[in-house]
């Protein structure tokens, strides 16, 4: 099911790209997809966004061809590999191949990027912006870059939901990643919405810990910030 609904999502994002092309330069024809670190078969975002990607390029006449990613120093060369053969799409997969991907697309303004849970964030110059302050506007700096990314709250809310309707001791926990990562932000922030449910009474257990530059959330069904998410 996931695949599936990465496969329509991207292939819905495809038709966007070929149709702002207008359909007629043959290098969009070639389509390249670099996944992030790991495998292809992943069971997760390298695995969907492949499906979604061969969907895509099946359904324009084209044809896709992946570069599985071994180290994150490899972004940027796997990414001017596709450049250097022509290929006119090359989808990204991953939060963490954001910025390279930024770079090429400002770079390489003629081919266009697809960006799998990347949200286009840059400054006014067009540079990606790690302080997330997103002052510059991607339709005008980077035109050829589309991010396609997703509602984790809405996923950390059911996650929450499922948690507490299983648990026999009425606290519930989850572990996050780098929480300077927005979308582990918002899948945390959906999870802790989820406490605020009256039926539901347990002590609070909420700390942060930071294990190898990572941080880890244990969280109750109840915490002392219910009234700070209300506006996130």
Not at 16 to 27: F, M, P, Q
Not at 110 to 135: H, L, R, S, Y
Not at 165 to 180: A, D, M, P, Q, Y
Request: aromatic letters at 8%.
């Amino acid at each position: 099911m996931r695949n599936r609904a990465f496969g329509l999502s991207i292939l819905f994002v495809f038709s966007l790209v070929v149709t702002a092309c207008g359909g007629s330069s043959a290098d969009i024809k070639k389509v390249g997809l670099v996944t992030d670190v790991g495998t292809l078969e992943d069971k997760s975002f390298n695995e969907a966004s492949w499906v979604g990607t061969q969907a895509g390029a099946k359904n324009e006449g084209g044809t896709a061809s992946n570069i599985v990613t071994k180290a994150t120093t490899d972004y940027a060369a796997n990414i001017k590999t596709f450049v250097d053969q022509g290929y006119g799409i090359i989808v990204t997969v991953g939060f963490a191949m954001g910025d390279a991907t930024t770079v090429a697309a400002k770079q390489y303004p003629k081919v266009k990027f697809i960006g799998v849970d990347q949200g286009v964030c840059i400054d006014e110059t067009g540079k990606g912006d790690p302080t997330f302050a997103c002052k510059g506007d991607p339709k005008t700096l980077l035109p050829n870059y589309q991010g396609l990314v997703f509602k984790e709250e809405q996923v950390g809310y059911l996650a929450g939901v499922l948690a507490a309707g299983v648990s026999k001791t009425g606290v519930i926990g989850t572990v996050g990643g780098i929480n300077t990562i927005p979308p582990v932000v918002r899948y945390i922030n959906g999870y802790r919405k989820r406490q605020r449910q009256p039926e539901q009474l347990t002590d609070e257990v909420t700390d942060q810990q930071s294990v190898v530059g990572a941080r880890h959330w244990s969280v109750g069904l109840r915490s002392a910030e219910d009234e700070a998410l209300d506006g996130r």
